[in-house]
């Protein structure tokens, strides 16, 4: 609060206690001349009739002294210099309220990533197969089987299931692999059980209308687990707690100020072409930051992690990815996940996936690597629905590709 204003305050509290005190005095010398110097009380002189009161007798209303009545007309009639200063105040916010607003809040759809440094663009290619680089393609071909049922249930469910729920459950010819091996019929047994469970519980979600922590709890992980069970150097970690490391964060070209002019586009670039400084920066720009749901981590080796703990030990961030979060500060995690319960909630997701990726690659730069980066695969969930979307880094921007 300013000075001006607690003076101003100060000085009628003192004004309006003086009054007090003059009418006190006043009272007690009218009572005081009442009395004659024998000490017999003088009569008074009879008032004239007083008129009749225009406010009407309220039984249920609180009875109030006199000094309580004229105090609540004071601050009724007069009101202070004090509290009109404070209003005025109010509505007339600092220049930094008026002005700033925070990065975060304002990034929340695709169109809006590309004003970030570097630009995220979210885009949707009419042919997904030319836009990918060429060592993405054999992962997007078996991605295209998969999306097209070719290929992909095991043999061994045709003596498990009964040719009755196999009917009901519309398997056609396309569907079955090829390998066959009465030795894993036990072991397809437990699987198809888990994935009934699953598919129990994600029906129950779905039906209640739970959020996306029950989904992550009750579905989600559950299904991956169970998916990367034959893996045992990958696994399925929940980093919804992780944060970004602040050097690695996407930049607010305008520094996070609403309407204020940013520099060019190809002023804002040239840091990344040059590629000396290893960072998305610029004089005066805040970073901008999203949380994603899971990670698909790789577990090291005992050389591999050994190698990773020399690379770090000359880092000044102790990671291999771009959060110090501990699940992940050793482990390398190049596929990550957001999920939503809501088809409403999809863009958000692919913002929250532009960013959290854009901050790997960022990771990447600052580590001087050599080699040219590869187009990683992540995944948007919501409800029932997996969508695979690829990102990379086009040197002059993120770009991440999503098809119908």
């Known amino acids: 609060m300013h000075q001006k204003t607690i003076e101003v305050w100060l000085d009628e509290v003192s004004n309006s206690g003086n009054c007090q005190n003059d009418e006190q005095q006043s009272t007690r010398k009218r009572k005081h001349q009442d009395i004659d110097s024998s000490g017999y009380p003088i009569s008074p002189m009879p008032s004239p009739s007083k008129r009749p009161s225009t406010v009407s007798l309220d039984l249920d209303q609180t009875p109030r002294s006199l000094n309580d009545i004229q105090n609540t007309q004071f601050r009724i ?43 995220i663009h979210v885009i949707n290619p009419p042919d997904m197969e030319a836009a990918l680089p060429q060592k993405a393609q054999p992962l997007y071909d078996e991605l295209y089987l998969i999306v097209n049922k070719s290929s992909i249930l095991p043999p061994n469910l045709k003596r498990i299931l ?92 305008d520094g996070g100020l609403v309407g204020s002019t940013s520099s060019s586009a190809a002023s804002s670039r040239s840091s990344l072409l040059s590629g000396d400084t290893g960072t998305w920066t610029e004089h005066g720009s805040s970073s901008v930051h999203r949380m994603v749901d899971f990670a698909i981590v790789l577990i090291p080796d005992d050389t591999l992690q050994g190698t990773i703990d020399e690379f770090l030990s000359k880092q000044t961030h102790a990671t291999i990815n771009q959060t110090t979060y501990d699940a992940l500060a050793r482990r390398p995690a190049p596929v990550f996940i957001e999920t939503k319960a809501s088809t409403s909630l999809v863009n958000r997701s692919q913002v929250q996936l532009g960013i959290w990726t854009a901050a790997w690659f960022q990771r990447l730069r600052a580590a001087q690597s050599t080699k040219d980066p590869i187009a990683i695969p992540v995944i948007q969930v919501y409800g029932h629905v997996w969508h695979v979307l690829f990102v990379m880094d086009d040197r002059d921007k993120i770009v991440g590709l999503y098809s119908n």
């Open 77 to 119: 009639n007069s009101p202070s210099s004090f509290a009109a200063d404070l209003a005025s105040r109010a509505s007339s916010p600092s220049p930094s309220k008026r002005r700033r607003q925070s990065p975060p809040k304002r990034y929340t759809t695709t169109a809006t990533l590309k004003q970030l440094d570097p630009p």
């Open 162 to 253: 009964s040719p009755e729920a196999i009917k009901r459950a519309k398997v056609l010819p396309q569907m079955w692999r090829g390998d066959d091996d009465p030795e894993y019929d036990q072991h397809r047994t437990q699987e198809h059980a888990s994935i009934l469970d699953i598919l129990e519980e994600a029906t129950e979600a779905g039906n209640l209308n739970e959020g996306e922590s029950a989904w992550n709890a009750q579905v989600h992980y559950p299904l991956l687990k169970l998916a990367l069970s034959p893996f045992s150097s990958i696994k399925a970690k929940t980093i919804t707690s992780a944060q970004i490391v602040k050097d690695f964060r996407p930049k607010s070209n």
